[in-house]
C-alpha cells in the first residue's frame, strides 16, 4: 500500500481545511502573529499529550536529534517566517505560487543528501501535478497586491519554499536512526516552538502579543487549527517523508491550492472556472501517475 503518498494527499487536506476554516478567521480577528506564535505550542502540547498516552519513546542518538532540530527551525521557523513576510509584501496568489518550488527543493536535496532519484514516471508525475497547481494558482490576480516589496517578496518566497523542502529531506534523515514520525514530530516542534519565540523575543514583538477580547472569540479556531495543522498536518507530513520519496511526498503536499477550490466553492459561493477546472484535471492526473508507477 502507497501509506506514505496517501498520508501526504491527508496532509494537503488538513492544510486547506485549516487554511479556509481556521487559521484564516483567527488571523482576521487576533492577528497573523498572534496565530502564528500560538499555533505551534498547542500542536506541541497535543503531540505530546499523545505520545504519553500511547508510551512512544522520544530517545534518538545526537546526529538524529541534531538533524530533526535543524528540520524544525529551518522547515518550521524561518520558513514559516520567510512564508509570511512573503504574504505581506506580495499578496498570497504570487506566495502560493511560490510555495510550488517547495517540491522541486525537496527532490533536489533528496537527490543530493538521500540519493533519492526519482524514476521517469515519477517525473512526469511531478511535473504534472506541479503544473496543475501553478496553473490554478495563476488563475486570478489578487484582489488588492501590497505596494511595493515586490523584489524582497519573491526572495523572501524563493526561501521560504526552500527551507520547506530542505526541511523534509532534514527531517527524513533524523528519522533514520529508527524514531517514529510522531516523536519525530514533537521534537522538531519543540526547536520550532523555541526559536519563534526566541526570535519574537529579540525583535520585541512579544508586547504585540498582549491577549485581547477578541482571542476569547478565535480561541475554538485557533485550537482547531492547531489539531488539524501543527498536530495531525505537520505529524502526517513525516509520514509521508519516511514513506516515500521526499520529491514525490512533497508535490502531493503541495495541492493544498487544489483541494482548497471545492472548500471555498461552498464558503464563498466561487464558481470554478475553466481554467481551475483544468489545472485540478491536470493535477489530478499526476497524482494517478504518482500511486500507478
Same mark, same amino acid.
Given at each position: 500500500?502507497?501509506?506514505?503518498?496517501?498520508?501526504?494527499?491527508?496532509?494537503?487536506?488538513?492544510?486547506?481545511?485549516?487554511?479556509?476554516?481556521?487559521?484564516?478567521?483567527?488571523?482576521?480577528?487576533?492577528?497573523?502573529?498572534?496565530?502564528?506564535?500560538?499555533?505551534?505550542?498547542?500542536?506541541?502540547?497535543?503531540?505530546?499529550? #499523545? &505520545?504519553?498516552?500511547? *508510551?512512544?519513546? %522520544? @530517545?534518538?542518538?545526537?546526529? $538524529?536529534? +541534531?538533524? =530533526?532540530? !535543524?528540520? /524544525?527551525?529551518?522547515?518550521?521557523?524561518?520558513?514559516?517566517?520567510?512564508?509570511?513576510? #512573503? &504574504?505581506?509584501?506580495? *499578496?498570497?496568489? %504570487? @506566495?502560493?505560487?511560490?510555495? $510550488?518550488? +517547495?517540491? =522541486?527543493? !525537496?527532490? /533536489?536535496?533528496?537527490?543530493?543528501?538521500?540519493?533519492?532519484?526519482?524514476?521517469?514516471?515519477?517525473?512526469?508525475?511531478?511535473?504534472?501535478? %506541479?503544473?496543475?497547481?501553478?496553473?490554478?494558482?495563476?488563475?486570478?490576480?489578487?484582489?488588492?497586491?501590497?505596494?511595493?516589496?515586490?523584489?524582497?517578496?519573491?526572495?523572501?518566497?524563493?526561501?521560504?519554499?526552500?527551507?520547506?523542502? %530542505?526541511?523534509?529531506?532534514?527531517?527524513?534523515?533524523?528519522?533514520?536512526?529508527?524514531?517514529?514520525?510522531?516523536?519525530?514530530?514533537?521534537?522538531?516542534?519543540?526547536?520550532?516552538?523555541?526559536?519563534?519565540?526566541?526570535?519574537?523575543?529579540?525583535?520585541?514583538?512579544?508586547?504585540?502579543?498582549?491577549?485581547?477580547?477578541?482571542?476569547?472569540?478565535?480561541?475554538?479556531?485557533?485550537?482547531?487549527?492547531?489539531?488539524?495543522?501543527?498536530?495531525?498536518?505537520?505529524?502526517?507530513?513525516?509520514?509521508?517523508?519516511?514513506?516515500?520519496?521526499?520529491?514525490?511526498?512533497?508535490?502531493?503536499?503541495?495541492?493544498?491550492?487544489?483541494?482548497?477550490?471545492?472548500?471555498?466553492?461552498?464558503?464563498?459561493?466561487?464558481?470554478?472556472?475553466?481554467?481551475?477546472?483544468?489545472?485540478?484535471?491536470?493535477?489530478?492526473?499526476?497524482?494517478?501517475?504518482?500511486?500507478?508507477?
Amino acid at each position: 500500500m502507497l501509506l506514505g503518498e496517501l498520508a501526504a494527499l491527508t496532509a494537503a487536506a488538513l492544510w486547506g481545511l485549516t487554511s479556509v476554516f481556521f487559521f484564516s478567521v483567527a488571523a482576521q480577528r487576533i492577528g497573523a502573529l498572534r496565530v502564528n506564535l500560538f499555533r505551534l505550542p498547542l500542536g506541541w502540547v497535543m503531540l505530546g499529550l #499523545t &505520545l504519553l498516552t500511547t *508510551g512512544s519513546k %522520544l @530517545t534518538t542518538d545526537p546526529t $538524529s536529534l +541534531a538533524l =530533526l532540530a !535543524a528540520s /524544525g527551525i529551518v522547515g518550521l521557523a524561518l520558513g514559516d517566517l520567510a512564508y509570511f513576510a #512573503t &504574504l505581506r509584501r506580495i *499578496g498570497p496568489r %504570487l @506566495t502560493v505560487l511560490l510555495q $510550488s518550488l +517547495a517540491p =522541486l527543493f !525537496a527532490t /533536489g536535496f533528496g537527490v543530493v543528501l538521500l540519493d533519492e532519484v526519482p524514476g521517469p514516471l515519477a517525473g512526469v508525475g511531478i511535473a504534472l501535478t %506541479l503544473g496543475g497547481v501553478v496553473w490554478v494558482v495563476r488563475e486570478r490576480p489578487d484582489a488588492a497586491r501590497p505596494a511595493g516589496h515586490h523584489t524582497s517578496g519573491v526572495v523572501l518566497g524563493v526561501l521560504a519554499a526552500l527551507c520547506q523542502g %530542505l526541511g523534509l529531506v532534514l527531517s527524513k534523515m533524523g528519522m533514520a536512526g529508527g524514531l517514529g514520525p510522531w516523536p519525530a514530530s514533537w521534537l522538531r516542534m519543540s526547536f520550532a516552538t523555541a526559536a519563534l519565540w526566541i526570535g519574537a523575543a529579540v525583535a520585541g514583538r512579544l508586547r504585540d502579543l498582549a491577549l485581547r477580547p477578541s482571542l476569547r472569540a478565535a480561541w475554538l479556531q485557533v485550537v482547531g487549527g492547531a489539531a488539524l495543522g501543527p498536530f495531525l498536518g505537520a505529524s502526517l507530513s513525516l509520514v509521508a517523508a519516511q514513506l516515500a520519496e521526499v520529491g514525490v511526498a512533497a508535490t502531493l503536499m503541495a495541492t493544498t491550492p487544489i483541494i482548497v477550490i471545492p472548500l471555498v466553492v461552498h464558503t464563498e459561493r466561487y464558481r470554478p472556472t475553466w481554467r481551475a477546472v483544468a489545472g485540478t484535471v491536470l493535477a489530478v492526473a499526476g497524482i494517478a501517475l504518482l500511486f500507478a508507477r
